[in-house]
């Protein structure tokens, strides 16, 4: 057996723990587009968001100015309980590879959520609660933001109804158990509870659901139910700036440590992993103090930036929700059922989506074979068994390691490891069993979606 | 909102990780009983373990003096991936329960086999490998032996063969799905593939499966298959060795911050993960430097401590093993099927069952639908979803500190969070649903077990 070199496993101490988020917003020169009503196409107001959201959340929300806003003492305590999440240095994967690149993930999975998700769950509790409201309904995809929200509430003992999309509550059976377990009511979406969800249900027989509708269904719950909010886990401004602690900590054990990245990279689904993980240093790049390669990598069964388009689109499959400029597939776009992972929403962060348009920040898709290959390599060599989402920025760092083998670079990448597997062994039980296959789709599967785009743009 | 301090999750450097093992018979008056040869009812010899345990594992098995073994810096190394794990302050817990206690708890769920096993998994590995072998062969019970042995033995390269008790195995097809994913075979147990399951198969048509029976089938795999080796993950002497890690650990986080235990609580089924945690402070107490009350926390349907009898018996079901003294229920028990968690083994460590014989410790029985309750407040205050094994031991420290809520002392309470529960959802599903039963065995169903006690104490 030949000398292991002692892996590098950064933990800051819990006073590295930022007092503030960083809101990449105030260093763009090109802010993301508002958010327009749909009836008036005119910039939501304040008003007409409060029945959906809470207000706290509204203003930072509509916040383009505020470079760093205070994390209150709750939810910092909070943070607490699990933050600062380590930087490892991936010691194994580099000599399983043979490359001369230094690779760093930023692992936030030590958390029973098993995700990223709770840094922001736990902040939308907390602004509900200090609210006076009774509870929060979302949806959740792979049923990470679900857990997470789940959680938050009962830290604060709110009520959680969670829409779940039903190809996960299917597969995941143990996520809605572990939901449950922390006091939230789960309804496979779409459901019969919901106009939208008998809307997408009749027009579709037997779908197995999609994010899009999933919100449709929470934010009409939300609405509709006295004392409640609708609370979303991606997507939304506020929920990158509440992810901006990932990249805030990330920086400040590259500081410590005298760490240089070269290449950041995330997976996007929604965007608030990546938005997330690049905020601090994307102000850097902004502000012209530092460049960085940064990449978003993404299913190739729902390519939004590679293959969307940069225009206003709704958010929601249901058209209840404020449109949003991003790149977007189009709000009918629903994913092949063969994808097994999340990542499945059909836009973007309106943040990433204006910055990638500046030619920020690269994009690449990847298909789901490689990215489970990868999260398998992963898991042999660096002992984690990574959440599918994950995996796609695995698959890139692998990839950009290789390349560095062959050109002899000593590039530093860093990658977000955004949460564990666990609740994801349907899908590595199809790859294990070799019965798991890709889907790119077709140009003309793709113009069914945009054709879905609203023609305000 | 009520102010909460700030939480309290001591996070040793990686410097702290132990050197060496610490051996608690070094400090015991009176040894464990050795293993004894079924056949000659002598001791067991060296060179009759050797088909069944690798030699370097043999010698750790029959050490009784050396009081500190060193950790070999392959698997210091390792340990690296995800020690030191953290000692947590359970502040929140402690508010809930408006005890005037400190509870704190040691937390090795922080890795993919979600359990202190990888500890000793990692060891036996490693001792495989550098004696030369093909690959070992284990049994599972909850599954967290086997992913962690699986982990280890992706990590050195070692073909791994686990034998999982039937019934976890159809609980939890995702353990499997695990396990496959870091290249082992997983059998349900009791299987076809050997004598000793053909025959339990045989006269108990339709069993669940033990623990006892698994360990048969996993040690004839080992002794027919050319160039493996059978390796456990609780029980031995060699085990509670490696364990040492956690106590190890824990001791050092109390030295750094002035904490004073008065309690320490762990759950007990072979008694790996209780060994380890207390080693270190049992050497104090047997030294006679420091007392300390050691609580032992046991399923009231498997209650080896508070129901069994201190004798010699067999291992395992199919008494291919050799005989232990120990608290034993009889090879032949096999718990209620109702049973969902772990700690199904019918035996007990011969070290912790000598130390309990001579007083040095306490054992306590808890019942399934109490555990839950526990381990459900549990999740909600503290944010982790407890193990239904660790969750035996959160039972006992939430009852102790509610005594010391009572009679208003601040005693110190720590116990060991051996896991997580992301692979138990079936049986928080079973609680959730409030269909969850409890099962204490009658003296009649004990005499059964008694009755296969063989007759040589």
Redesign the interface.
Known sequence: ?S?????Y?I?LS?DDVPDSWYNVRADMKNKPAPLLNPGTLQPMKFDELRPVFCDELIKQEFDNDTAYIKIP??I??FY???RPSPLIHAV?LEKALKTPAHIFYKFEG???S?SHKLNSAIAQAYYA??QGLKGVTTETGAGQWGTALA?AC???KLDCKVFMVKVSYEQK??RR??M????ATVTPSPSMETEAGRKINEAHPGTTGSLGCAISEAVECAIKSEGYRYVLGSVLNQVLLHQSVIGLETKKACEKYNIQPDIIIGCAGGGSNLGGLISPFMGEKLRGEKDYKFIAVEPASCPSFTRGKFVYDFCDTGKICPMAKMYTLGHDFIPSANHAGGLRYHGMSSILSQLYHDGFMEARSVEQTKVFEAA?QF???????PAPESSHAIRVAIDEAIKCRETGEEKTIIFGLTG?G??D??A??Q??DKTMSDHIPTDEELQKGFASIPNVN
Do not use: H, S, W
């Open positions: 057996m000398n292991i070199e002692v892996p496993k933990y819990e003492d709750e910092k305590n607490m309980m699990y194994f030590n958390n029973t098993g609660k200090k959680m009962a830290f604060f059976p143990f158990e572990v449950r377990t922390y006091g398998e898991a042999r060599t660096e002992g984690i068994l564990t666990y609740f062994m349907k590595y039980e790859f294990n």
